[in-house]
């Protein structure tokens, strides 16, 4: 028996630390140099606000789930807003997103309006879907956001359709697919970035790293520090890592992915090192993460920040009130017309299964 | 009018559908260059270039989110699924996105695309590449489920399944590829949802499909020569499913067959025998037979698959049991 338990025992296996059992990780600090980035303050000013719709959208979720007024689950983004908003920035208006089941904030960072996004959290018939999506699967095809897909790694598979569709129809768009670390663990990612990398897609690969997968250390369960960006190497292309609390930061590399990917480059990995101030989704308290790591990561709240960086900058505060101001009252009404909203019709049930918007399936 | 194979019948139907719509691609692995490994994509590659027909690296899942997200953004893309016993390594993107993207969106997202397969046993593959798996995409929601049986139907069904704006998984048989049968010149455009009467007889009805029809047609040849005269109905397509041919006949005839490649437990037979138990219960004068693949993997051996696989003998024996 001692024989089979010292081949199990392997150092790879011993590397590893054991569920809860992981140092914490710290975020890197915020780049002060980053204040002289060349980037437009109007462009500065929509990354502020669209960090603000975010974050405040979330909340208002959040609270609504307290209210019981949304039903099934919830995946919130507290605390990773600044890569949802510098792509929703650095993106042209056709471009395509494809996002998680954690892709709220990716929806209004397209520019989708608060109100059908609330509804459909709210299962009302004025929901972005219709009340038939929920959640996980937010969509909205004329803003560029094609979806929210709620099984791992299929999304970068389809992402790398649109991808190959732009390219067929040379109409110059990308698609932009965001996941998680736990993602880069499975067979789709693999099968994705290779197909890319080998039919040059303009697919630029987005992993938002918080460091867990679900419950468990991202470290936990994968052999390398970056697990997104150290991948890019076996299949040839080129990946960067970078601050995910730092909008600027973000908007630089995702302007120059995008370039990239525009002008005929392929695609690229990014890698965003960012934290969920909250749990995996509604049902997770988070107890599984080390005693300060949340504190210190609460401290590096991208938000504050940025607003920090703003006033440095020469913002101030009274044009950064405005922006919170006019988001919250934006939100407030989106709420206020989502719960006055009915619900879906019954025959609601039926319609949409296929394109003749019915649902027969025999004579 | 020209005899082809069923095998040939494949590459007619693309590169029909291919030269009428300049947005229809098609992609699988080893289909360009090689034509395939059924030899049914011989000569696209030539036809219509690298860019509309894509050789693919081993990667299901990514073929078909690739022919998913196209689909989604204006291109009509034919993907192949080499075996469909394959489709357990990409079903994720079958059953739980291409499916569903309609409905989940509510009618925001399109996804016109085809989904070609080599299906089916008696070619001495052994379990894994031999399957009949038309039932498991008859049991999910929002994807149509077609299976010709002839080199006529291949092409006019291909015609459908590419201009149909709704996902279709297009089912080919694999011991079907060397038949030949003729097919009209010109283009051949057959509409999803029909099933054919394919015989005509008073005494019983048998509903098939794929290899199981050539298969009825025989057995029915020789209970003719017996005296009982049986109507053969392929099904063709399995979603939408052409109740009312099965109905009609059965009023006509009062006994139902089923002859099924698939196993036997949950197969599409089980579903067509409870709609006519629930709508033609007081037509029949007997109970409804299927005659299908026990509920077994397929094994390899010759003899073995043979006795697996409803036969000529067993269809046309188990018919004249049930009516003398």
Redesign the interface.
């Known amino acids: 028996m001692s024989g089979t338990s010292s081949e199990v025992d392997s150092p790879a296996t011993t590397a590893r630390p054991g569920y809860g059992q992981h140092d914490p990780i710290y975020p890197e600090p915020f780049d002060d140099s980053l204040d002289r980035a060349d980037i437009p303050i109007e462009t500065r000013l929509e990354l502020y606000r669209k960090q603000q719709e975010i974050r405040q959208l979330e909340q208002r979720l959040y609270d609504l789930f307290v209210q019981n007024l949304v039903k099934g689950t919830s995946h919130l983004a507290l605390g990773m807003e600044a890569a949802g908003a510098a792509f929703g920035v650095a993106l042209s208006s056709d471009d ?1 997103s ?1 996002a998680t089941y954690r892709g709220h904030g990716h929806t209004i960072a397209r520019g989708v309006p608060p109100e059908p996004i609330i509804a459909e959290m709210l299962g009302r018939s004025t929901g972005l ?5 929920g959640s996980m ?1 937010l ?3 004329e803003h560029g956001m ?2 929210s ?3 791992i ?14 390219k ?2 040379a109409s110059g768009q990308v ?1 932009v697919a965001f996941f998680g670390d736990g993602a880069t663990n499975i ?2 990612f693999h ?2 970035v ?2 890319a990398a ?2 040059e897609l303009p697919t630029i690969f987005v992993c938002e790293n918080n460091l867990y997968m679900e419950y468990t250390s991202i470290g936990q369960v994968t052999p390398v520090a970056n697990p997104a960006a150290d991948r890019a190497s076996a299949y040839g292309i080129p990946s960067t890592v970078v601050n995910g609390n730092d909008a600027d930061a973000v908007y630089l590399v995702a302007r120059e992915a995008i370039e990239h990917a525009r002008s005929g480059g392929g695609p690229s990995i990014i890698e965003t090192k960012t934290y969920r101030h909250g749990g995996h989704s509604r049902a997770d308290p988070g107890t599984y993460r080390p005693d300060d790591e949340l504190e210190v990561w609460m401290a590096h709240d991208p938000i504050p920040m940025y607003h920090q960086r703003l006033l440095r900058i020469g913002v101030g505060e009274r044009e950064l009130t405005e922006i919170e101001t006019s988001v919250a009252a934006a939100i407030d009404a989106a709420t206020e017309a989502a719960k006055s909203a009915p619900p879906p019709d019954a025959e ?1 049930l039926w ?7 019915g ?5 | 009018m020209a005899e082809l194979t069923y095998r040939e019948a494949v590459s007619r139907g693309i590169a029909q559908e291919m030269r009428r719509d300049p947005s229809v ?1 098609f992609l699988g692995e080893d289909v360009a260059g090689a034509g395939g490994v059924f030899k049914t994509t011989t000569g696209l590659l030539d036809e219509f270039g690298p ?1 509309r027909v ?1 050789d ?2 081993i ?1 299901e ?2 073929i ?12 009509r ?1 034919i993907a192949e699924i080499m075996f469909s016993d394959f489709f357990a390594v990409c079903w ?2 079958v059953v ?2 291409i499916a569903k ?10 996804c ?1 695309l085809v989904i070609r397969t080599g299906n089916g046993g008696s070619v001495r593959f052994g379990a894994q590449h031999s399957q009949s798996v038309e039932n498991w995409a008859m049991a999910v ?2 994807i149509k489920v077609v299976a010709p049986a002839t080199a006529h139907d291949v092409v006019g069904l291909m015609a459908a399944a590419v201009r ?3 996902p279709v998984l297009f089912f080919e048989h694999k011991a079907l590829y060397a038949t030949k049968q003729d097919v009209a010149d010109g283009e051949v455009v057959e509409e999803l ?1 029909r099933a054919r009467v394919r015989r005509e007889g008073s005494d019983c009805t048998i509903v098939a499909l794929a290899l199981m029809v050539p298969r009825a047609l025989e057995a029915a040849e020789q209970l003719a020569s017996e005296g009982i005269d049986c109507t053969v109905i392929d099904l063709r397509s399995l ?6 041919t099965v109905l009609d006949s059965i009023q006509a005839t009062s006994r139902l067959f089923t002859v099924e490649e698939n196993p036997q437990a949950c197969g599409w037979g089980a579903e067509v025998a409870s ?1 006519v138990a629930n709508e033609a219960f007081w037509d029949l004068d007997g109970p409804v037979v299927r005659i299908t693949t026990p509920h077994l993997p397929l094994p390899a051996s010759d003899v073995l698959e043979d006795l697996a696989i409803p036969s000529v003998e067993r269809v046309a024996e188990t018919i004249r049991k049930a009516l003398n």
């Open positions: 395509y494809f879907l219709g009340g038939k999506g699967h969509t909205s095809v094609m979806g897909y709620a099984i790694g299929a999304h970068l598979c389809i992402a790398n359709g649109a991808a190959w569709s732009a067929l129809r698609a067979g789709a099968e994705a290779n197909y080998v039919y609601a319609t949409n299964v296929w394109a003749d918007g649902w027969q399936w025999r004579n | 691609v860019v894509v693919t690296p990667s899942q990514a078909l989110g690739a022919a998913m997200g196209a689909a989604m953004t204006g291109i893309p994720d993107m739980n996105e993207a309609r409905y989940m969106t509510d009618g925001q997202v399109d016109p929601p929002g149909d704006p709704d949802g979603i939408p499913l052409d109740m009312t709609i």
